[in-house]
């Protein structure tokens, strides 16, 4: 027997082969889970937010532990489950509500604009305000029984910050940009708290519970023309460190997969690369990797024909066998409009 088969078990379950594939270990197969797994193309998901509303689905832990759950009972194979919540609970829980615009994109209830604004932002007892998370984590945690992983989430201190400062959604960030141009300070002012906020967060998710966390650094590449160490990874490092050795942390920096060195330099122990890339190649490209890579089918397949998702999930896969240290993925969350037989496909094609 070849040595290093012998060491996988033939039980391994989905939390077992995600963690182990996270670290570059042999697995059976690759481990699978999808970005927004839990969400709008899914019938179950829309009944209850007809019921409960978006924010009630989020804050009541009953709710958003059901809603964790829905595609985990509907997808058996599915490796991992991600607690049902969203990046904009640490502004809220600092002083910033946010709502949704009728024509779609997201609506902050003010914006942060000048130093002053750090004293309505109040980042102490961030976790009891949060609780409502932690008792969801406790609650899946539960519920999976060890069976699969339980992935918690945050948004890079920059991407919150750009909902923050534009006062919601955005199309070209410009107030953000101009922040960092004309008044430094007053952005650092309000990175640095944010990253105080979300270590804190994060380490209490550990403690619910969570197997890994995942940080959504959704508009890395908005960041000005060669700032992106500044104004985004930067702030990132310093939460991967305050998470310490305690769980993996994958990083998803949109875009941005042309900066692998300055990527390796934050700690993360998984780089999540959206549809532009080729992945194999990307991942051989570096010899010496010791991360893992997540990823990375484009999220428009599954909106179209199941045969064609078949195909194009088979190119990410590649051909040359298991990729050590890959877990299976799409670029981006899948969209309201993905059907669940394209989802279905994907799913037994990776799963062999
Ligand atoms: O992956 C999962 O299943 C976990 C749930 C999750 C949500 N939001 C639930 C949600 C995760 C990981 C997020 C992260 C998130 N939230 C990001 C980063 C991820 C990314 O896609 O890059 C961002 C930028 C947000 C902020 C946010 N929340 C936006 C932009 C929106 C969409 C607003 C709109 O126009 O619909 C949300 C709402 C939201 N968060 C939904 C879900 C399932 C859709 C709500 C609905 O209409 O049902």
């Not at 012998?6 to 963690?19: H, I, Q, T």
């Not at 594939?21 to 970005?35: C, H, N």
């Not at 932002?121 to 899946?140: D, S, T, W």
Request: charged residues 25%; contains cysteine; negative net charge.
């Amino acid at each position: 027997m070849i040595p290093e088969l012998a060491c996988v078990s033939p039980d391994m379950n989905g939390r077992e082969r995600f963690l182990r594939a996270i670290e570059l270990k042999p697995v059976d197969r690759t481990p699978v889970w999808v970005m927004r797994q839990a969400g709008r193309y899914l019938p179950e998901y829309r009944a209850m937010k007809a019921v409960y509303g978006f924010r009630g689905m989020v804050t009541q832990p009953d709710v958003a532990s059901g809603v964790t759950m829905q595609p985990i009972l509907r997808f058996p194979s599915l490796d991992a489950a991600i607690l049902f919540s969203d990046i904009l609970v640490i502004p809220e829980a600092m002083g910033m509500e946010y709502s949704f615009r009728e024509q779609g994109g997201i609506e902050m209830a003010w914006k942060y604009a000048v130093e002053n604004d750090l004293k309505r932002l109040n980042p102490v007892g961030i976790n009891e305000r949060l609780g409502y998370v932690l008792q969801a984590a406790q609650k899946v945690k539960r519920r999976l029984g060890g069976e699969r992983a339980l992935l918690g989430f945050g948004g890079s201190p920059w991407t919150l910050a750009t909902y923050m400062v534009e006062g919601g959604s955005s199309r070209d960030f410009a107030t953000i940009r101009e922040m960092a141009n004309r008044a430094p300070a007053v952005l650092e002012g309000l990175l640095e708290r944010l990253t105080e906020a979300t270590v804190s967060y994060f380490r209490a998710l550990v403690g619910a519970g969570v197997d890994a966390i995942q940080i959504f650094d959704s508009w890395g590449s908005a960041c000005p023309e060669g700032r992106y160490e500044e104004w985004s990874l930067r702030w990132i490092r310093e939460i991967i460190a305050g998470v310490g050795q305690a769980v993996p942390v994958i990083l998803f920096s949109k875009g941005m997969s042309a900066h692998r060195d300055a990527w390796k330099t934050t700690g993360a122990s998984a780089f999540s690369l959206d549809a532009s890339v080729p992945l194999r190649e990307w991942a051989e490209a570096d010899a010496e990797r010791t991360y893992a890579v997540q990823g990375n089918l484009d999220p428009e397949w599954l909106n179209g024909d199941p045969a064609v998702v078949v195909e194009e999930t088979r190119k990410v896969l590649g051909s040359g066998g298991l990729l050590p240290g890959h877990i299976f993925n799409l670029g981006h969350g899948i969209l309201p409009e993905a059907r669940i037989e394209c989802m279905e496909a994907m799913l037994e094609t990776v799963v062999g």
